[in-house]
T-cell receptor, first 112, second 112 residues
Framework: AAGVIQSPRHLIKEKRETATLKCYPIPRHDTVYWYQQGPGQDPQFLISFYEKMQSDKGSIPDRFSAQQFSDYHSELNMSSLELGDSALYFC???????????FGSGTRLTVV | AQSVTQLGSHVSVSEGALVLLRCNYSSSVPPYLFWYVQYPNQGLQLLLKYTSAATLVKGINGFEAEFKKSETSFHLTKPSAHMSDAAEYFCAVSFGNEKLTFGTGTRLTIIP
């Protein structure tokens, strides 16, 4: 069965650089969520999209932005990277029956 | 706002012993409840979910959880622990079309 695909798996950036993370949801899932998981922390909700429109916003810094495209893939854009942005970033998609969330394997971002 | 509380950030059990990981939720409306497992440097894997059907939910790897409305609990159990069960476990809650909110996690250690 198709899963949520995230790319890249690993990313190393320097401070003040920009990064773009991509997420390809399961086909016919209509909602995408982005989460940030710092070392030893639980996943924290950043932002979500329903049918390509932003549906909810969590603790996402102003330096970050995201969008969902016509093919339902989503991108998380991160600018002016800081050391504290080093984390595992997960994307999840949700089925139309509203009961299933499926997570991707995550992108590990390291800011040096 | 919805939330879950996981009691015990670290739990150690002997191989073959009962595993019990505790999760309590707060909600004014019926929630959807989930347990996820995360192995080191890996993504979140769904163990099981409660979506207002049967209160006793069976998941993968021999895990199960019982939704108890009177106790606002959704504890995760497994009759006999295996070494391969060592991981971080997250309880999570969602309501309707909202995002998943995670507990702070419980690290399960299996003692040989």
């Amino acid at each position: 069965a198709a899963g949520v695909i995230q790319s890249p798996r690993h990313l190393i950036k320097e401070k003040r650089e920009t990064a773009t993370l991509k997420c390809y949801p399961i086909p016919r899932h209509d909602t995408v969520y982005w989460y940030q998981q710092g070392p030893g922390q639980d996943p924290q909700f950043l932002i979500s999209f329903y049918e390509k429109m932003q549906s909810d916003k969590g603790s996402i810094p102003d330096r970050f932005s995201a969008q969902q495209f016509s093919d339902y893939h989503s991108e998380l854009n991160m600018s002016s990277l800081e050391l504290g942005d080093s984390a595992l970033y997960f994307c999840a998609s949700r089925s139309r029956d509203r009961t299933g969330y499926t997570f991707g394997s995550g992108t590990r971002l390291t800011v040096v | 706002a919805q939330s879950v509380t996981q009691l015990g950030s670290h739990v150690s059990v002997s191989e073959g012993a009962l595993v019990l990981l505790r999760c309590n939720y707060s909600s004014s409306v019926p929630p959807y409840l989930f347990w996820y497992v995360q192995y080191p440097n890996q993504g979140l894997q769904l163990l099981l979910k409660y979506t207002s059907a049967a209160t006793l939910v069976k998941g993968i790897n021999g895990f199960e959880a019982e939704f108890k409305k009177s106790e606002t609990s959704f504890h995760l159990t497994k009759p006999s622990a295996h070494m391969s069960d060592a991981a971080e476990y997250f309880c999570a809650v969602s309501f309707g079309n909202e995002k998943l909110t995670f507990g702070t996690g419980t690290r399960l250690t299996i003692i040989p």
